[in-house]
């Protein structure tokens, strides 16, 4: 998926019609169009960039900023309890559109969204051996100074 075949890019356009809620230079925010509940919304950088980790941090940024305003017109909106705040990231993940992207999905009590959180246990070991690859992965130089 690139610019020109992204369905994202092409809302962004002006070629797809959505349902807007907020736009500035940077971000985009809409309804989804296959929502999971009431007043689902999707927060997109204009710029076009797959996934969060091919993403530069300005970007990211730009999602961040407008996040706590967006949550909050949005629960309020549908008189949610909470939201979650979810982003797919690779197929693996429930991506579909390679256009990073943030749900804001309200929530209501007993609404029965994400009913399994299938937690474990490290065994002993694991977690510091796992921490330990994750730091010599670090690009300390892609954090914003
Ligand atoms: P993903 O699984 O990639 O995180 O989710 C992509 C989301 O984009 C889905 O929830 C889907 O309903 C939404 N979506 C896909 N195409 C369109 C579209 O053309 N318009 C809108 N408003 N949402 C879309
Ligand atoms: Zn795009």
Redesign the pocket.
Known sequence: MNVQTC??CK?IAGQ?P??KVYENDAVLA???????SDG?T?VVPKAHTPRVDKTDSHTMAALAQALPMLADAVQQAVGADGYNI???NGLSA?????HV?L?IVPRKKNDGLFNQWPSFQYPQGKAGAIAEKIIQNLNLSRVRP
């Open positions: 369905v994202f809302i797809i959505c349902t809409f309804l989804d169009i296959g929502p999971i689902h999707l979810l982003c797919n429930g991506q579909i559109v390679e992207h749900h």
